[in-house]
Every structure is written in structure tokens, then in C-alpha cells.
T-cell receptor
């Protein structure tokens, strides 16, 4: 158990629907990252939050949004789903510190596998 | 802009032999961190090793070592004495210290197959 909890593990839904993926970071970590991994692909960075505030944004679609709550858990909302959104969505957390690279190691959750039919 | 390149889609290695997985990067930031992660077929992402751009010595963690050549902008992962359980996807990643925001970006990965 990495200490990062993601729910749900699996989700099957239809095109046009909306889903919410949830992530609880490892205890003590203030940063939460979201990544998308399509089949046999690398990890695409979506967005990062630090202590409740958005800190960095990648190629996140406008149909996707995220937030980090005061208790540091985060949610990724995916709306108007398309077939191409089917992927493994990872949440990762870190302590996050400038200059101390060990503190920027990402601890990953097990992922949420989304299938859009 | 930061960029990570892994040019080996797949690699084969004989059990008990050493293998090097290549990673090159591009950044104009003088301060950056380089990381390697392993993704077994079960899907989880496992951290292996990291190297800071100002670290004088190459990082080592057990059977993993990072061959850091700053001038060539390469950060190759060396796995010694390969084991069957090393068969997995391996990702190189980078985070810049000042520019590029706070994101960690990943390369496309190298799939390693260890033969008995």
C-alpha cells in the first residue's frame, strides 16, 4: 500500500456522461498530481495542486476539471466523456520542495481505470 | 521547454545480466531532478531512483544505478543482475527547479523483458 488512495478502481460509463475520480494523498504530502495513461502510452500530466491551490497545468481538456479540498484530498471531474477518454488515471502525491529532489519523488495511487463505451 | 526522450521501446536481457535503459532530456533550467519509475504488468507505478542536477555522484539504490552525464544530458538507468521480476515498463521523468512550473513530466517508457 503506497499510502495514496484512489477510488473507484474501475469505472465503466457511456459517452456523454460525467464521472468523478477521487484521491487521498499520502499523509504529510501537500501536493497532488493527476496523470492520464492511455493504453500502452506514457503518462500525460494533467494538473497539480499544492495545499489547495492549482500550481501547474498540463494538457488538460476543458471538459476536465479538478480541485483540492482543505483536507487535501482531490477530485478529478471528467465530463461529456468520449471514447478517447478511456484510460488509466493516476493520482500521485509528494511533499514538494524546491531543491530537495528526494521530497519531489511522486508516490502513486493504484489508479482508476475508466472505460467509456 | 522540458523534454524527456526514451528511444528504446523494448529491450531484452538475459537473467543475471546487467542492462542499461536510455534516457535523454532537454532543459534550460540549471536545477532539475531526474527520476526513474517502474510499472509492472499489474499497473502500479513504483519509484526506483532519483538524481539532482547538482549531485556530484551518480545515484545508486541496490541493484539500480543512474548513469548521469550532465554534458550529454543523459540519465540512463542501469539494472545489475537482472531478475525475472524486473520485467516491466520503465519510465524516466524530470522536474525543473525554477522554470516549467512544478510539473514532473515522463518519457514514453521502455518495456524490459528479462529472459530465463
Amino acid at each position: 500500500d503506497s499510502g495514496v488512495t484512489q477510488t473507484p478502481k474501475h469505472l465503466i460509463t457511456a459517452t456523454g456522461q460525467r464521472v468523478t475520480l477521487r484521491c487521498s494523498p499520502r499523509s504529510g504530502d501537500l501536493s497532488v498530481y493527476w496523470y492520464q495513461q492511455s493504453l500502452d502510452q506514457g503518462l500525460q500530466f494533467l494538473i497539480q495542486y499544492y495545499n489547495g491551490e492549482e500550481r501547474a497545468k498540463g494538457n488538460i481538456l476543458e471538459r476536465f476539471s479538478a480541485q483540492q479540498f482543505p483536507d487535501l484530498h482531490s477530485e478529478l471531474n471528467l465530463s461529456s466523456l468520449e471514447l478517447g477518454d478511456s484510460a488509466l488515471y493516476f493520482c500521485a502525491s509528494s511533499v514538494d520542495s524546491k531543491g530537495r529532489w528526494g521530497a519531489n519523488v511522486l508516490t502513486f495511487g493504484a489508479g482508476s481505470r475508466l472505460t467509456v463505451l | 521547454a522540458q523534454k524527456i526522450t526514451q528511444t528504446q521501446p523494448g529491450m531484452f536481457v538475459q537473467e543475471k545480466e546487467a542492462v542499461t535503459l536510455d534516457c535523454t532530456y532537454d532543459t534550460s533550467d540549471p536545477s532539475y531532478g531526474l527520476f526513474w519509475y517502474k510499472q509492472p504488468s499489474s499497473g502500479e507505478m513504483i519509484f526506483l531512483i532519483y538524481q539532482g542536477s547538482y549531485d556530484q555522484q551518480n545515484a545508486t539504490e541496490g541493484r539500480y544505478s543512474l548513469n548521469f552525464q550532465k554534458a550529454r544530458k543523459s540519465a540512463n538507468l542501469v539494472i545489475s543482475a537482472s531478475q525475472l521480476g524486473d520485467s516491466a515498463m520503465y519510465f524516466c521523468a524530470m522536474r525543473e527547479g525554477y522554470t516549467g512550473g512544478f510539473k514532473t513530466i515522463f518519457g514514453a517508457g521502455t518495456r524490459l523483458f528479462v529472459k530465463a
